[in-house]
Each structure stands twice: as structure tokens, then as C-alpha cells.
């Protein structure tokens, strides 16, 4: 699993180019930081929708919550918040994707 970093996109300055912070999503999975602010990209260059698969480990009273999904379209972007439900055991959300080709990701969090 590759480990993915946060981009800073402020609310004065925005962020004008989201694919040139992307990078290729890795085969094996990535992880990335959660919290208030932050979210996952993902952009589907293929000719194949993709699915991006978010683990939850957390449970609700006991019983276990469903992982997200975010299906992509072919050659559209995905964009999912990366809440503290997707907290694992390293402090990070666990990703996983159906296939990478042609798929890259990208992590931002919002600030002042």
C-alpha cells in the first residue's frame, strides 16, 4: 500500500490544477489521513467504470459497518470525504480500488 498525502487547498487560493497533484493509485491499495476537511479524488482515465473501495473498521453498537464505495465512471472524477469513519488502526483510511489502470488519486484537506 502507498501511503498518500494531503494537498492544502486554501479557501483564498483554491486549487486550480487537481490532476497535477494526482498520482497512479497503487495495485496493492492506498492509504490516506481522515478527518474534518479532507477527500479522496479519483480520476477514472479508462474506458471502464472503476470501483474505490473505503473500509470502515469502526462499529455501532456492536455490529459492523458496511465499507464505502465510490463507483467512477469512464473518464470522470470521483471526489469522497475521508471522515474519521474510515479511521483504521494506523490513523488512516484504507483504499482499496477493482482495478488501477488509468486511475489516479489525489488527497486534499481544506484550510484557511
Do not use: C, E, Q
Amino acid at each position: 500500500m502507498a501511503a498518500l498525502n494531503a494537498t492544502l487547498v486554501t479557501t483564498v487560493g483554491g486549487r486550480a490544477d487537481i490532476a497535477a497533484a494526482a498520482t497512479a493509485a497503487a495495485a496493492g491499495g492506498d492509504t490516506a489521513p481522515v478527518g474534518p476537511g479532507v477527500f479522496l479524488v479519483v480520476i477514472n482515465g479508462g474506458a471502464a467504470s472503476r470501483t474505490v473501495t473505503i473500509a470502515t473498521p469502526g462499529t455501532v453498537v456492536g455490529h459492523a459497518v458496511a465499507d464505502a464505495t465510490l463507483v467512477v465512471p469512464a473518464g470522470k472524477t470521483g471526489i469522497i470525504p475521508l471522515t474519521n469513519l474510515f479511521r483504521g488502526a494506523t490513523d488512516r483510511a484504507a483504499i482499496t480500488y477493482d482495478a488501477v489502470t488509468s486511475v489516479t488519486v489525489a488527497v486534499f484537506t481544506l484550510g484557511a
